[in-house]
């Protein structure tokens, strides 16, 4: 699923981009998956919300279940306030982005939809 999203900027060796459109990749899919407008933290909040969730990762019956649908919309916050808004809002040549930060940040975003793969 990542590769759909960035597979052109890492033939490239792009990662700063690479990165970039991955990272949206998964607020277009919750966006499309919820069927709402909004963007970063409003969007995941709102989408995974555990008093009237959208989206759910897990049957929400257990305080252990709300734990984790909590921290992974908390992961997915995280993410986009430290590698989306940065990369969005800084040259490239101002926020380097090395190979090994980009792996580790696209292996992020591997396990975030293959959470959603499984989300209802």
């Known amino acids: 699923m990542v590769f759909n999203y960035c597979r052109a900027e890492l033939v490239d060796e792009n990662y700063f981009h690479a990165v970039l459109e991955a990272v949206k990749g998964i607020a277009e899919r919750i966006r499309n998956m919820s069927s709402l ?3 970063g933290a409003d969007l995941f909040n709102t989408a995974f919300s555990v008093k009237h969730p959208i989206l759910k990762i897990n049957a929400l019956r257990t305080d252990t279940e709300i734990s984790e649908q909590k ?27 090395s190979e090994l930060d980009a792996l580790d940040i696209l292996s992020t975003v591997s396990f975030i939809h293959r959470k959603l793969d499984n989300t209802h």
């Open 71 to 97: 921290g992974f919309s908390n992961m997915i916050v995280g993410l986009f306030g430290a590698v989306r808004n940065p990369v969005a809002h800084a040259p490239k040549i101002s926020w380097p982005m």
């Open 37 to 39: 407008t909004k963007d």
